[in-house]
């Protein structure tokens, strides 16, 4: 991803358009060995993790969308993990955290997918980091600085094989599970893009403890924990898409049986934050 570019949005357009949904850009995708605890600290207690050797294939998708339903804007997803269910034994990925700097397609998550999107602010701290803030009201947290890397290829004088061969792909998750989608969802994305091999970017990020009897922000703050323990997890993998096409359609209700709010809580699960230095 070189350079990737900070959109500047404007919030105030509304939402307007039918599915599929479409989005086009740009990306990084980087795959990351999470820890088997940490991921289940995160998941519903229904789904059964999909892990080797204590880990699970989680990592993170930054995104510069240039063309939405909702215009211009940023995009960081925070993968927990690979999960399946007894019901459906297919294996698809969790998010743990959304960030977007776009209300719109904020609320648009969080009502169609039942995602946990966040409004963030991404801004340029230098020419290739990317300085990540979520926005809660007046109140804004530092959360990560991604170090965007050289591609290991040396660019190739022919731009169309510079940006590596063209690749149809389906990235399917689960979601759900929220306050506003109770139910349990399944999705795919349909993508179309340039495909090429990069050096993994570098994570730093700290989140200082509060101790506080506050139940709700007590949460709050134990989903960034989580969110922080896998983007500092142990890359393995980084991808670097251009030309992105992505197509998502609307999501189909694989349970409506919500779980009890205890259930879907692990507070007994102790957190292991790494670091990728």
Same mark, same amino acid.
């Given at each position: 991803?070189?350079?990737?570019?900070?959109?500047? /949005?404007?919030?105030?357009? =509304?939402?307007?358009?039918?599915?599929?949904?479409?989005?086009?850009?740009?990306? $990084?995708?980087?795959?990351?060995?999470?820890?088997?605890?940490?991921?289940?600290?995160?998941?519903?207690k229904?789904?059964? $993790?999909?892990?080797?050797?204590?880990?699970t #294939?989680g =990592?993170?998708? $930054?995104?510069?969308?240039?063309?939405?339903?909702?215009?211009?804007?940023?995009?960081?997803?925070?993968?927990?993990?690979?999960? +399946? /269910?007894?019901?459906?034994?297919?294996?698809? #990925?969790?998010? #743990?955290?959304?960030? %977007?700097?776009?209300?719109?397609?904020?609320?648009?998550?969080?009502k169609?997918? =039942?995602?946990?999107?966040? %409004?963030?602010?991404?801004?340029?701290?230098?020419?290739q980091?990317?300085h990540?803030?979520?926005?809660?009201?007046?109140?804004?947290?530092?959360?990560?600085d991604? +170090?965007?890397?050289?591609?290991?290829?040396?660019?190739?004088? &022919?731009?169309?094989?510079?940006?590596?061969?063209?690749v149809?792909?389906?990235?399917?998750?689960?979601?759900?599970? /929220?306050?506003?989608?109770?139910?349990? &969802?399944?999705?795919?994305?349909?993508?179309?893009?340039?495909? @090429?091999?990069?050096?993994? #970017?570098?994570?730093?990020?700290?989140?200082?403890r509060?101790?506080?009897e506050?139940e709700?922000?007590?949460?709050?703050?134990?989903?960034?924990?989580?969110?922080?323990? %896998?983007?500092l997890?142990?890359?393995?993998?980084?991808?670097?898409?251009?030309?992105? @096409?992505?197509? %998502?359609?609307?999501?189909?209700?694989?349970s409506?049986?919500? $779980?009890?709010?205890?259930?879907? +809580?692990?507070?007994?699960?102790?957190?292991?934050?790494?670091?990728?230095?």
């Amino acid at each position: 991803m070189k350079g990737m570019e900070i959109m500047q /949005t404007n919030c105030s357009s =509304g939402y307007a358009g039918k599915p599929p949904w479409i989005f086009k850009g740009s990306a $990084l995708y980087q795959f990351h060995l999470v820890k088997a605890e940490v991921a289940r600290a995160i998941i519903p207690k229904e789904f059964k $993790l999909v892990e080797t050797f204590g880990y699970t #294939a989680g =990592g993170f998708y $930054l995104a510069n969308y240039t063309e939405s339903p909702f215009g211009p804007f940023n995009e960081l997803v925070t993968i927990a993990g690979i999960v +399946r /269910t007894t019901r459906m034994p297919t294996s698809h #990925a969790w998010a #743990a955290s959304v960030y %977007v700097n776009n209300d719109n397609a904020c609320m648009h998550g969080r009502k169609e997918f =039942g995602i946990p999107s966040q %409004v963030a602010t991404f801004s340029k701290v230098e020419s290739q980091m990317i300085h990540v803030a979520e926005n809660d009201g007046p109140v804004t947290t530092s959360l990560y600085d991604i +170090r965007l890397q050289p591609p290991i290829l040396k660019m190739n004088p &022919l731009k169309w094989m510079a940006l590596g061969p063209t690749v149809k792909m389906s990235l399917p998750g689960y979601s759900g599970r /929220t306050e506003h989608v109770p139910q349990l &969802l399944k999705y795919t994305c349909q993508i179309e893009c340039r495909v @090429k091999p990069t050096s993994p #970017a570098r994570i730093s990020g700290s989140l200082g403890r509060i101790d506080t009897e506050n139940e709700e922000l007590n949460e709050c703050l134990k989903k960034r924990e989580m969110g922080m323990s %896998v983007m500092l997890s142990k890359p393995i993998l980084a991808l670097e898409f251009n030309c992105l @096409k992505m197509e %998502v359609h609307r999501p189909v209700v694989v349970s409506d049986h919500p $779980l009890e709010p205890k259930q879907n +809580r692990q507070s007994d699960t102790k957190m292991a934050t790494g670091s990728n230095n």
